[in-house]
């Protein structure tokens, strides 16, 4: 098990740029799979990007070409850099955390979890 706490969420205008930060807990970080997944409000939890354990990335459609999500496992932190922000981006954002070698895209896969932190981006 790892714990993971999320910050660098905020109110942000649109065209802006936000950072989160996922710190770690653990000495096996670098093993770990991980990701950023988002909810808004009714709406279900999604995958925002993942990472491997290799450094391998994926990216939702909608975030491709903005968002750039990166790990310092000598930090043992996840970020995710998030540029031309809309109003869309709006919710609350999650780490997560998986013991595999492939990130995973369903949530279902992930057994760590952030307590999440919001953006918020007005028009």
């Known amino acids: 098990q790892v714990q993971l706490v999320e910050s660098g969420g905020g109110l942000v205008q649109a065209g802006g740029s936000l950072r989160l930060s996922c710190a770690a807990a653990?000495?096996?970080?670098?093993?770990?799979?991980l990701a950023w997944f988002r909810q808004a409000p009714g709406k279900e939890r999604d995958l925002v990007a993942a990472?491997?354990?290799?450094?391998?990335?994926y990216y939702a459609d909608s975030v491709k070409g903005r968002f750039t999500i990166s790990r310092d496992n000598a930090k043992n932190t996840l970020y995710l850099q998030m540029n031309s922000l809309k109003p869309e981006d709006t919710a609350v954002y999650y780490c997560?955390?998986?013991?595999?070698?492939?990130?995973?895209?369903?949530?279902?896969?992930?057994?760590?979890w952030g307590q999440g932190t919001q953006v918020t981006v007005s028009a």
């Open positions: 997560a955390a998986v013991r595999t070698y492939f990130y995973r895209r369903r949530s279902s896969e992930y057994d760590n």
């Open positions: 990472i491997s354990s290799g450094g391998s990335t």
């Open positions: 653990g000495r096996t970080f670098s093993s770990y799979s």
